[in-house]
């Protein structure tokens, strides 16, 4: 059985992981290739996107795949629609793995925002020194917003169009909630931008927030294709993959 992780995150990575060794069991994790030097994974790995919707069919016809288990960060909404048509197409079995979103807690000052573009159309508002975590990739939605000071934190450095006034800040999580604090102490923040992305690795930065009563743009996850059946954590789609393991 030949099984595909369309992968990239903490949760894909515990996957392959749990999945490795299994007898009767071939796994190929694939990662889109935008971060530099990714650590190795278990099973095979292939990097790089596959043309679209039809060119993941082929693969996925050339390859005989059994099953896929799109993996992929909550924000890669393009990849998960290719992988529901693709999946579909070559009539294979498809589980999506979403890590859960956050939950404002009391205290909290969040201000949800549905893309990068409405999270830059509020911020003037909240603050003048922003600590934007949304990744390297969206920094064109805040380009043009030249009376405030952003703190980039990201794990490769980013290329223009991006803010003029900007510091980055290269580091990779799991965060702790002492450094979270001393970084928006340091740089003088009064506001925080991030992505709906859960898990535990990046959300120290919430909890420093609420407790320095800064306010957070939160810019909310794109929706997972209809039709796809969703686990939260990796030891289910384990379970989902153990299932279709033939004898």
């Known amino acids: 059985m030949h099984v595909l992780i369309l992968g990239g995150t903490t949760e894909a990575r515990r996957l392959a992981e749990l999945l490795d060794g299994t007898p009767g069991l071939r796994l190929t994790s694939s990662l889109a290739g ?11 790995t292939r990097v790089g996107g596959f043309g679209g919707a039809e060119g993941l069919t082929a693969w996925l016809r050339e390859h005989t795949v059994d099953a896929v288990v799109d993996a992929t960060h909550p924000f890669a909404g393009t990849i998960s629609f290719h992988a529901a048509r693709a999946a579909a197409a070559a009539r294979v079995p498809l589980l999506a793995l979403r890590r859960p979103g ?3 807690v009391p205290g909290d000052r969040w201000h949800e925002a549905d893309s990068l573009e409405e999270a830059a159309r509020i911020l003037p508002a909240l603050g003048r020194r922003v600590f934007l975590t949304t990744g390297r990739m969206g920094l064109a939605a805040f380009a043009d917003l030249d009376a405030l000071w952003f703190l980039v934190r990201s794990v490769d450095a980013p290329e223009p169009p991006h803010p003029a006034r900007m510091e980055v800040l290269l580091d990779r999580g799991p965060f702790t909630l002492d ?14 931008v991030t992505k709906d992305s859960g898990g535990a690795a990046t959300a120290p930065k ?10 957070v743009v939160v810019v909310r996850r794109p ?14 789609a384990a379970r989902w993959v153990g299932e279709r393991l033939t004898p």
Not at 34 to 44: F, N
């Open 34 to 44: 935008r971060v530099a030097g990714p650590r190795a994974l278990p099973g095979g």
């Open 102 to 104: 956050w939950v404002p």
């Open 179 to 192: 450094g979270e604090r001393e970084l928006l102490r340091r740089h003088r923040i009064d506001v925080v």
């Open 206 to 215: 919430l909890t420093a927030a609420r407790e320095a009563g800064l306010p």
């Open 223 to 236: 929706p997972v294709p209809g039709g796809v059946p969703v686990v939260p954590d990796p030891e289910s």
